[in-house]
């Protein structure tokens, strides 16, 4: 006996339809108009739209960063991930320079077994090859690759902690290419912006807002640019992670219009908080908009919202990097540098998008769909088992109902965080059941904000290498 949902509207990127869906086990059995109830259980989505599962391949779960460790670990920011109706993440494995990928990759493992709640894969943020040529490193790739990790990052930024160099980037980039895997870039030029943090800190400006205005937009368009140029030059595919302003976005799209091989991503954030609204120097509770890169202008989000609509940007992610303001945020009070970055945000993406973007008038369902969904599947190398409403594919499915009324508070949220960056907002559109391969994990109609599935049930997804889908 399988699970019929019936009644519904099938949001894929490619179109919508009324039509049936059939769940067997963990996969979408069938997908059709009037499909035979034969015994099934029935689930009603009338006036409901039903979704693949979200993807938000940008997540910092049980990270050790600025002084202290992200506030979610596996289990409560995946479950927050699936009450948003998120049922994919893609977080971070950091590999500590001086040590190995492989030890990295151990450490990521051992945080999730157990404890993670829906699907998850890993990048490999990648800081050192090794001594010598970074031969011990570019073999390390390969068995990334080996093992299901497709996807590497290189930060630009955090000198002293994460950052490295161009060389170093270049290599990378030039075995990516060999291995047809994508490489995922933090673009901040992060030795300009620490000279700046220095002048400021120098001259008393230590309150969060600084956090903000050390870190240029221009800083953020240098770096997507050299990290694009550099891609194009070892023949690699390049993904920018959260780029936030209209400078980076010129220098993507003039790179893109060249030819390179570059795609990019946008987090919430950039779309609909700035630093006339959240960052205005007025008060410490700003901590709680630190993050990298900042928020920017009002004018940026303009831009933004466009790049999304017409492709130039290829997904929305979160970048969830939650801190508690308490006690973690805390740890900057008098000097912004101390303060942990990052944000809360993947339990709201969905309700974000749907409501600015599709209520707005400024993105379809199915734009809503490509964005959340089917083009981080594809192009992170999951295309086959996730990010769309079709046969074969994993029920990791979403009805979403575009006329729930729901207001966004950590009162209320899995997220473990003391606060929301959208305290407050109230918004129009909300998952309404969740189902993550084939098993009902969220009913936020009958039991609001619970997850309902076993701790522990999710799985490491092993994704292929497509370099981005360009290849
Ligand atoms: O502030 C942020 N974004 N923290 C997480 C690390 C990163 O740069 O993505
Ligand atoms: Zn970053
Ligand atoms: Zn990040």
Request: hydrophobic content about 40%; glycine content about 10%.
């Amino acid at each position: 006996m399988g699970t019929l949902i019936k009644n519904g509207t099938v949001v894929n990127a490619s179109g919508s339809e009324r039509a049936d869906v059939l769940i067997e086990g963990e996969t979408i059995a069938a997908v059709g108009a009037d499909l035979a109830t034969d015994g099934h259980e029935v689930v009603d989505a009338k006036g409901l739209l039903v979704m693949p599962g979200g993807i938000d391949v940008h997540t910092h779960l049980d990270m050790p960063f600025g002084g202290t460790t992200s506030a979610d670990d596996y289990t409560t920011g995946t479950q927050a991930a699936a009450v948003g109706g998120t049922t994919t993440v893609i977080d971070f494995a950091l590999q500590k320079q001086g040590s190995t990928m492989a030890e990295a990759l151990k450490i990521w493992l051992g945080k999730s077994d157990g404890k993670a709640c829906v699907d998850f894969s890993l990048h490999m943020a990648v800081t050192d090859l090794g001594p010598g040529d970074g031969s011990q490193g570019l073999r390390e790739m390969e068995e990334m690759v080996a093992a299901g990790i497709s996807s590497f990052k290189l930060f630009m930024a955090y000198p002293g902690v994460l950052m490295i160099d161009d060389g170093l980037m270049f290599k990378v980039m030039q075995k990516a290419a060999q291995l047809n895997a994508l490489c995922c870039i933090h673009a901040e030029n992060g030795s300009a912006i620490d000279i700046v943090v220095a002048q400021m800190i120098a001259e008393g400006k230590t309150a969060p807002h600084f956090h903000a205005l050390s870190r240029s937009p221009k800083a953020e368009a240098e770096a997507t640019h050299r990290a694009i140029a550099l891609a194009d030059m070892a023949g690699a595919a390049v993904y920018i992670v959260h780029l936030s302003n209209e400078y980076a976005l010129d220098e993507l799209k003039h790179l893109q219009a060249r030819g390179a091989r570059a795609l990019a991503e946008t987090c919430t954030q950039y779309l609909v908080l700035s630093i006339e609204d959240q960052m205005s120097g007025k008060s410490w509770e700003e901590a709680k908009y630190v993050f990298t890169p900042p928020l920017r202008e009002k004018r940026h989000q303009d831009p933004l919202w466009q790049a999304i609509a017409d492709g130039t940007l290829s997904v929305v992610s979160t970048d969830h990097c939650p801190f508690r303001f308490a006690d973690q945020k805390e740890l900057g009070r008098g000097d912004f540098t101390k303060i942990p970055n990052g944000g809360p945000g993947v339990e709201n993406r969905l309700q974000i998008l749907w409501h600015f973007g599709v209520n707005g008038g400024r993105i379809t369902p199915e734009k809503f769909v490509e964005l959340n969904c089917t083009n981080p599947a594809r192009i992170f190398g999951m295309g086959k088992k996730k990010g769309a409403i079709a046969a074969g594919l994993d029920a990791d499915v979403l009805l979403w109902d575009p006329n729930a009324d729901y207001t966004i508070t950590a009162a209320t949220q899995c997220m473990a965080t003391d606060y929301n960056m959208f305290e407050g907002w109230k918004v129009k559109g909300n998952a309404a059941k969740v189902f993550s391969r084939g098993e009902l994990v969220v009913d936020n109609t009958v039991q609001p904000g619970k997850f309902l599935g076993a701790t522990g049930r999710g799985r490491f997804v092993r994704r292929e290498t497509n370099a981005g889908g360009f290849a």
